[in-house]
């Protein structure tokens, strides 16, 4: 049995902000899509159809 390792044990409030975070990032991937997706249309200037997001 080895030993733990001093950095392995987490403390709790740093769960909750990485746990935040991926809440976060996930809520956010759609938007981020929709508005690269547009800047994208708006650069190539094609006639191409958007999704509506």
Known sequence: MGR???SATKI???QYRKQIG???Y???Q???RSTKE???FRRSGT???VRAG
């Open 47 to 49: 006639s191409k159809m």
């Open 22 to 24: 991926r809440h976060d």
């Open 12 to 14: 709790p409030i740093n």
């Open 30 to 32: 759609p938007i981020l």
């Open 38 to 40: 547009k800047a994208n």
């Open 4 to 6: 733990r390792d001093g």
């Open 26 to 28: 996930k809520k956010a």
